[in-house]
């Protein structure tokens, strides 16, 4: 596995701050207001300082088409429409999911702070990312969190040769737990093993357990975020925004209204950090654990920058270029 400094001969390093502000620039022209680009380009930065390439800044060129074709609201009045001490609900209006998911996140943290545990769910919006992003707003506060994602409006796949597998996408899903120091423990993942269906008839004929359990994870996703928490009331106005059709669900557990907040923090460290003194696994030159990896590289590229390879450049300096943005390389 290559080491965390190492980058291709074509890679520029981009400090957090210029690319934020790249990001948001570039949402401003398509007629979000700034404290909504902004807020968007924060998640997108924070997943590429991560190096999880395929949710961070690299999805606005998804992100642009919606809001340019009006697919996503650039515009929309968040609203709370449910809310007891221990949950809230939230719609969207069409917007981008990032709003309205790191605001359910917000109001879950103060929830939880106080009652101890709390849970949220979002709908009528566009994609949420990464479900980490609300996991790790959660984890500055000591919280354990569960969170999945997913689209509503389930319908069977079409293809004649189609089997089980084919009859959920692959949603988001993350749990989160907190750490004293060090990295705590994330397992952000997408809720499948397996790429395709190539992947898939193979490991049904040599190690078919991961094939089932992937297939468990994608319907318990989808069915939960898509199917109850994207659920549009029967009096909910028809969506002009065709894009908006997913779904948010956070579940938070402050684990000081279980045992003592301190030990245990202070056991997940220990457990991570004897974990990670042990031998890596076969053809890896590191021991990891979820989360650990992304949490070094947080560290070493907010101080040196997030390599931006020359892919990633050119779909950014197009985009940027298509509305009229300064690019800060």
């Given amino acids: ?7 291709s001969p074509d890679t520029i390093r981009v400090f ?6 790249l990001t948001s620039d570039i949402l401003c022209r398509l007629d979000l207001p700034h404290a909504d680009a902004r807020r968007i380009a924060d998640c997108l930065v924070a997943v590429d300082l991560r190096g999880v390439v395929s949710h961070g800044t690299r999805q606005l060129r998804r992100y642009v088409k919606e809001f340019q074709t009006r697919q996503i609201n650039p515009c929309p ?9 221990v949950n809230a609900v939230f719609d969207g209006d069409g917007g981008a999911g990032y709003l309205v998911a790191t605001q359910a996140t917000e109001a879950v943290i103060q929830k939880t702070c106080s009652q101890g545990v709390a849970m949220a769910a979002t709908r009528n919006h566009g ?4 479900c980490g992003i609300y996991a790790r707003m959660a984890l500055k506060h000591n919280l354990i969190t569960w969170t999945v994602a997913g689209g509503r409006d389930w319908t069977p796949p079409t293809r004649a040769d189609a089997t089980v597998w084919e009859a959920m996408q692959s ?11 060090g990295p705590p423990l994330v397992l952000d993942m997408n809720a499948t093993m397996f790429k395709g269906r190539d992947e898939v008839q193979n490991a049904m004929q040599t190690f078919p357990d991961p094939v089932f359990k992937s297939l468990g994870l ?11 928490a994207g659920q549009l009331p029967s009096d909910h106005p028809p969506s002009q925004f065709s894009g908006a059709s997913r779904g948010f669900f956070i579940v938070a557990v402050h684990p000081g209204h ?15 950090s004897e974990s990670l003194k042990l031998n890596p696994l076969p053809g890896l030159d590191t021991a990891d654990l979820p989360g650990s990896r ?24 197009i985009i940027a270029r298509e509305v009229n943005v300064q690019i800060p390389w």
């Fill in 1 to 7: 596995m290559p080491s965390l400094n190492t980058i």
């Fill in 16 to 21: 957090p701050d210029d690319l934020c502000t």
């Fill in 77 to 85: 009045q968040i609203c709370l429409v449910q809310e007891t001490p």
């Fill in 127 to 130: 994609h949420v990312g990464s």
């Fill in 171 to 181: 949603p988001p899903m993350c749990f989160a737990v907190p750490a004293a120091q």
């Fill in 218 to 228: 994608r319907f318990i996703s989808t069915i939960l975020a898509g199917a109850m």
């Fill in 258 to 272: 279980i045992g003592d907040l301190e030990t245990f923090t202070q056991e997940v460290s220990r457990i991570i």
């Fill in 294 to 317: 992304e949490w070094k590289r947080e560290q070493t590229w907010a101080k040196e920058g997030i390599p931006i390879n020359r892919d990633h450049q050119n779909l950014l300096s």
